[in-house]
């Protein structure tokens, strides 16, 4: 049974990012949501301990959070189609083929308690940075970095490199428009602006290329030689890929930004970390080089482009 409801509510966040092409299924993100709380309570509640579980809570959570939100009329599609893939995401990467299993270990109520809290914060986390990324808010933005601070203290919650990796990219795309909302008020109208994205975009890929390469090298069983070129190469040409695509991103209508292919290509550099991690659990090494470029390809507008003098 429970199986069952986790395979619809895969297909259910599928739906979620294929309606963003018909602009149709409010309601998507409230039935993925309850399809996996239902599969998580008809399971044993020590299922919390284990990846799967802690998957459908999540996911439940940051469902009913942008369900929430659409409500309150921030842009459907949008939350629609991120949070589809992060959902798709979230089952993928932690619900096992084979489904919960009976745990050996047992486990108080309390420390169950405090499992099911935590990662409901975490879904809730990740609902609202998907939120932020669209409706900016200092606010919220701080709220989601002092939750994210506090469950990496106190919380053993991180130590799976898939959900602190998927939580790192959706916490890049909350706290993106808080950069771009200070750097949008100093562009004008200047010249070259094709010139500053392709110069941005070939820095930042082979920044990601070196600090990649850098941090690989620190894996045992890559080591610094061939392996670890090979290895970082390859990530690098598929968030490269990645961010080439959410370049495409204006001509699906999300257009608004002063930069739209620059903000297409950061929002591609940001969740391609999550893509990643579905291929291998070294994805979390190309976070530093991804801040970085998407910081250059912030800023870059200021130093490169031109900006255009009035003829008297």
């Given at each position: 049974m429970a199986e069952t409801l986790v395979t619809v509510a895969f297909l259910s966040s599928v739906a979620m990012i294929l309606s963003i092409l018909v602009s149709k299924g409010k309601w998507l993100s409230l039935i993925t949501s309850l399809l996996c709380l239902t599969s998580f309570i008809a399971g044993d509640f020590d299922s919390i301990q284990q990846y799967g579980g802690q998957g459908l809570i999540v996911v439940s959570s940051m469902c009913i959070t942008i369900q929430y939100f659409i409500t309150k009329g921030i842009n459907q599609n949008y939350l629609n189609g991120f949070g589809g893939l992060v959902s798709?995401?979230?089952?993928?990467?932690?619900?096992?083929?084979?489904?919960?299993?009976?745990?050996?270990?047992?486990?108080?109520?309390?420390?169950?308690?405090?499992?099911?809290?935590?990662?409901?914060?975490?879904?809730?986390?990740?609902?609202?940075?998907?939120?932020?990324?669209?409706?900016?808010k200092d606010k919220k933005a701080a709220v989601n970095l002092v939750m994210f601070a506090a469950i990496m203290i106190f919380t053993?919650?991180?130590?799976?490199?898939?959900?602190?990796?998927?939580?790192?990219?959706?916490?890049?795309?909350?706290?993106?428009?808080?950069?771009?909302?200070?750097?949008?008020?100093?562009?004008?109208?200047?010249?070259?602006?094709?010139?500053?994205?392709?110069?941005?975009?070939?820095?930042?890929?082979?920044?990601?290329?070196?600090?990649?390469?850098?941090?690989?090298?620190?894996?045992?069983?890559?080591?610094?030689?061939?392996?670890?070129?090979?290895?970082?190469?390859?990530?690098?040409?598929?968030?490269t890929a990645i961010g080439l695509v959410g370049m495409l991103m204006p001509l699906i209508g999300f257009d608004a930004h002063p930069r739209p292919e620059a903000w297409g290509w950061r929002i591609g550099l940001a969740i391609s970390p999550m893509i990643l991690i579905l291929q291998t659990d070294l994805a979390i090494y190309m976070l530093p080089g991804l801040v970085i470029a998407i910081l250059i390809s912030i800023s870059s507008p200021l130093v490169l482009e031109k900006k255009r003098v009035k003829s008297a």
């Open positions: 798709l995401i979230l089952l993928l990467s932690m619900y096992p083929q084979a489904g919960l299993i009976d745990e050996v270990a047992t486990y108080t109520q309390f420390e169950n308690f405090v499992g099911l809290v935590t990662y409901l914060s975490i879904g809730f986390m990740i609902g609202n940075s998907l939120v932020n990324s669209y409706d900016s053993n919650a991180f130590e799976s490199s898939e959900i602190f990796v998927i939580v790192s990219s959706v916490m890049l795309l909350g706290i993106l428009p808080v950069f771009d909302e200070r750097i949008k008020t100093k562009l004008g109208n200047g010249e070259g602006r094709t010139n500053a994205l392709a110069v941005s975009t070939l820095i930042g890929i082979i920044l990601v290329y070196a600090l990649t390469f850098t941090s690989i090298s620190e894996v045992n069983r890559i080591g610094n030689g061939a392996g670890a070129v090979t290895v970082a190469l390859w990530m690098t040409l598929s968030v």
